[in-house]
């Protein structure tokens, strides 16, 4: 049974641009969250996507977006790019459910570097 | 302020010997608490979860975590550390009417020889 996976790996942008990141959910999860890891912070939350509709945001701007599709997969989106974006970027997937049962597995991060 | 503490950037002990990572929290109702840990590059790895019932936690790798209401605290604990130990380790709360899990700023263990 496949975890939760990420694409990509590593990414390089410059300011101003725009980049999306990808998710795929481990199997039987619907439920999909981002977080953004600055480096030697802990991870913050960006928001929550289930059902297709994003059902809780973190304090980010509007400049971060995402999309889930049909399939429970996943998208992050940040427009014009900040050097402070650079970031690992952490996707978990959950299945329905109320706590314990909705446990959050994570993936390995795609590493954004904007230059 | 709500928030998650972990007072100790980074840790040091000999292999063998024992540790434990502390952790804090600061809201209003007793959260769901987490340990992670993450190694260079690599993803987060639950270590063990407290939601209710006995207050000392077994997780894998022979880690333990006591939750103490009095002190707000969920510390992480082992006996006996071994090299493959170094990483990074987080402590988390997550809650029963939010999405979101809220994490501490991480503790680096190193182990030496």
């Known amino acids: 049974d496949a975890g939760v996976t990420q694409s990509p790996t590593h990414l390089i942008k410059t300011r101003g641009q725009q980049v999306t990141l990808r998710c795929s959910p481990k199997?039987?999860?619907?439920?999909v969250s981002w977080y953004q890891q600055a480096l030697g912070q802990g991870p913050q939350f960006i928001f929550q996507?289930?059902?297709?509709?994003?059902?809780q945001r973190g304090n980010f701007p509007d400049r971060f977006s995402g999309h889930q599709f049909p399939n429970y997969s996943s998208e992050l989106n940040v427009n014009a790019l900040l050097l402070g974006d650079s970031a690992l970027y952490l996707c978990a997937s959950s299945q329905p459910g109320l706590p314990p049962y909705n446990e959050q597995f994570f993936g390995p991060g795609t590493r954004l570097t904007v230059l | 302020a709500q928030s998650v503490t972990q007072p100790d950037i980074h840790i040091t002990v000999s292999e063998g010997a024992s540790l434990e990572l502390r952790c804090n929290y600061s809201y209003g109702a007793t959260p769901y608490l987490f340990w992670y840990v993450q190694s260079p590059g690599q993803g987060l790895q639950l270590l063990l979860k407290?939601?209710?019932?006995?207050?000392l936690v077994q997780g894998i790798k022979g880690f333990e975590a006591e939750f103490k209401r009095s002190q707000s605290s969920f510390n992480l604990r082992k006996p006996s550390v071994h090299w493959s130990d170094a990483a990074e380790y987080f402590c988390?709360?997550?809650?029963?009417?939010?999405?979101?899990?809220?994490f501490g700023a991480g503790t680096r263990l190193t182990v030496k020889p």
């Open positions: 996507y289930y059902e297709e509709e994003e059902r």
């Open positions: 407290y939601f209710s019932g006995d207050t």
């Open positions: 988390a709360v997550g809650f029963y009417n939010n999405n979101d899990m809220r």
């Open positions: 199997s039987g999860h619907d439920t």
